[in-house]
Nanobody, 123 residues
Framework: QVQLVESGGGLVQAGGSLRLSCAAS????????MGWFRQAPRKEREFVAA????????YHADSVKGRFTISRDYAKNTLYLQMNSLKPEDTAVYYC????????????????WGQGTQVTVSS
């Protein structure tokens, strides 16, 4: 059974940093695309970043480019999202997701989702 479990969310002041983790289990993800999405209250789910589990250049949304970085630890089967220079508008529930073949930024193409972790940035 595929499981994606996020952790690392919390409350941080504007300008601070957090690192989110997504522990993946249940199958080999070597051929998968792994992504981070977020959803703020009363807003649609928004693409943040994505990368193939192995190889290829990561892709980040313009709204987070230069501040957030997606990375993978193959040995630990864990996906990360390093978030620096956080802003109040980054406040949302952050989700980890995986797909075999999908458009990187399209949430409806992902096959597996984690339960989400709350990130709150105070001004």
């Amino acid at each position: 059974q595929v499981q994606l479990v996020e952790s690392g969310g919390g409350l941080v002041q504007a300008g601070g940093s957090l690192r989110l983790s997504c522990a993946a289990s249940g199958r080999s993800f070597s051929s998968y695309i792994m992504g981070w999405f977020r959803q703020a209250p009363r807003k649609e789910r928004e693409f943040v970043a994505a990368a193939r589990w192995i190889g290829a250049t990561p892709y980040h949304a313009d709204s987070v480019k230069g501040r957030f970085t997606i990375s993978r630890d193959y040995a630990k089967n864990t996906l990360y999202l390093q978030m620096n220079s956080l802003k109040p508008e980054d406040t949302a529930v952050y989700y980890c997701a995986a797909c075999r073949a999908c458009r990187l930024s399209a949430a409806d193409g992902y096959d597996y989702w984690g339960q989400g972790t709350q990130v709150t940035v105070s001004s």
